[in-house]
T-cell receptor, first 110, second 114 residues
Framework: TQLLEQSPQFLSIQEGENLTVYCNSS?????LQWYRQEPGEGPVLLVT?????EVKKLKRLTFQFGDARKDSSLHITAAQPGDTGLYLC??????????FGRGTSLIVHP | EAQVTQNPRYLITVTGKKLTVTCSQN?????MSWYRQDPGLGLRQIYY???????DKGDVPEGYKVSRKEKRNFPLILESPSPNQTSLYFC?????????????FGEGSWLTVV
């Protein structure tokens, strides 16, 4: 199983601050996805990146796939309380089994 | 509405009493999977199925069984539950098992084994 390390594990910030979450591996992935899980619900897909160096933006969220396709980052600008949740990265390599990181738990205080 | 439905959502049971958590998807997806989520350990895959009658072990299959007799259903069976199977369980599906496919998750089933 390919391993995905996410950092930080926990993040508690004030509304309006910026933050970056990292997802790293020693393995190469053909695609990498970011999911957000809110309390009491299942994870929901935010974005899929497939090309090394690719950058995708979703409103205040910016996702980047590393050039070597081994890592990814999620940057949130001007965080809001509605961004609170667990952020999970998931990578797919040669096998059909996606690997999930352990997640970054984000709390944004009003 | 496209969805993955799992039942029950909440269950408290006793050690050794067989139970089944049902999962159904209405998107005609080929790939279905079960995960458990535990604090500090993230999502760990229990079993997955690439299509009808095709199932394979994930990372933590011990103590669980699955079946895929129909495309839409993928029940998770705990033949003799133990307290270490207390967890939050998610059923998930995607169009195929290939990389980059969106994984759709159910709302989760909280299971407590006492």
């Amino acid at each position: 199983t390919q391993l995905l390390e996410q950092s930080p594990q926990f993040l508690s910030i004030q509304e309006g601050e910026n933050l970056t979450v990292y997802c790293n591996s020693s393995s190469v992935f053909s695609s990498l996805q970011w999911y957000r899980q809110e309390p009491g619900e299942g994870p929901v897909l935010l974005v899929t990146v497939v090309t090394g160096g690719e950058v995708k933006k979703l409103k205040r969220l910016t996702f980047q796939f590393g050039d070597a396709r081994k890592d990814s980052s999620l940057h949130i600008t001007a965080a809001q309380p509605g961004d609170t949740g667990l952020y999970l990265c998931a990578g797919s390599g040669g096998s059909y089994i996606p690997t999930f990181g352990r997640g970054t738990s984000l709390i944004v205080h009003p | 509405e496209a969805q993955v439905t799992q039942n029950p959502r909440y269950l408290i049971t006793v050690t050794g009493k067989k139970l089944t958590v049902t999962c159904s998807q209405n998107m005609n997806h080929e790939y279905m999977s079960w995960y458990r989520q535990d604090p500090g350990l993230g999502l760990r895959q229990i079993y997955y199925s690439m299509n009808v009658e095709v199932t394979d072990k994930g990372d933590v299959p011990e103590g669980y069984k699955v079946s895929r007799k129909e495309k839409r259903n993928f029940p998770l069976i705990l033949e003799s539950p133990s307290p270490n199977q207390t967890s939050l369980y998610f059923c998930a599906s995607s169009l195929t098992g290939g990389p980059g496919n969106t994984i759709y998750f159910g709302e989760g089933s909280w299971l407590t084994v006492v």
